[in-house]
T-cell receptor, first 111, second 113 residues
Framework: ETGVTQTPRHLVMGMTNKKSLKCEQH?????MYWYKQSAKKPLELMFV???????ENNSVPSRFSPECPNSSHLFLHLHTLQPEDSALYLC??????????FGEGSRLTVL | GEDVEQSLFLSVREGDSSVINCTYT??????LYWYKQEPGAGLQLLTY?????DMKQDQRLTVLLNKKDKHLSLRIADTQTGDSAIYFC?????????????FGQGTELSVKP
């Protein structure tokens, strides 16, 4: 238990669906991140929010839309995804430049 | 560009030592990390080393850093079946904002009884 909770743990969706992934931390951290983990590829940083403001986009496709309503919650809204978007999506949080604490991930399958 | 490379697989027998290797490109990195990912779980920080150190030991774990060759290794002594996991090497290059780790692909360690 790292203090970072992600829901749902598993999600199957069609290409026309709209769904959201949720991440929650109560560690008092002020930065939150979305990473994408695909098989045999390096972890890809998708979004960084620091003090609730997005500071990094990394040219992620617009079908992924993040939302950070407060320092404890982070969402990843998904719409019109492609099968190649199937992956493990990991949320992490940190205190400024400190170490990252990861959630257990949301396994997404796009049919 | 920034790049961290690892071999994808390592298989050892229980009780043997495991050595997981990593090469990185940014010599200005101040911290280098090892993360462990057990099946079905997220990543957990295993250990880290400051760039001004050559070696760090923590119980069964030994981290060696060769800055000249930009090579980092993680040695696990007396490897147990519970050590089976994917191990990620990561760095924070200078100029990256806090937490923007650059990860390798991960090395899957398989420990056979």
């Amino acid at each position: 238990e790292t203090g970072v909770t992600q829901t749902p743990r598993h999600l199957v969706m069609g290409m026309t669906n709209k769904k959201s992934l949720k991440c929650e931390q109560h560690l008092g951290h002020n930065a939150m991140y979305w990473y994408k983990q695909s098989a045999k590829k390096p972890l890809e940083l998708m979004f960084v929010y620091s003090l609730e403001e997005r500071v990094e986009n990394n040219s992620v496709p617009s079908r992924f839309s993040p939302e950070c309503p407060n320092s404890s919650h982070l969402f990843l809204h998904l719409h019109t995804l492609q099968p190649e978007d199937s992956a493990l999506y990991l949320c992490a949080s940190s205190l400024s430049d400190g170490e990252l604490f990861f959630g257990e991930g949301s396994r997404l399958t796009v049919l | 560009g920034e790049d961290v490379e690892q071999s994808l697989f390592l298989s050892v027998r229980e009780g043997d030592s495991s050595v997981i290797n990593c090469t990185y490109t940014d010599s200005s990195s101040t911290y280098l990390y090892w993360y462990k990912q057990e099946p079905g779980a997220g990543l957990q920080l295993l250990t880290y080393i400051f760039s001004n150190m050559d070696m760090k030991q923590d119980q069964r774990l030994t981290v060696l850093l060769n800055k000249k060759d930009k090579h980092l290794s993680l040695r696990i002594a007396d490897t147990q079946t519970g050590d089976s996991a994917i191990y990620f090497c990561a760095e924070i290059p200078i100029g990256n904002q806090g937490g923007k780790l650059i990860f390798g692909q991960g090395t899957e360690l398989s420990v056979k009884p």
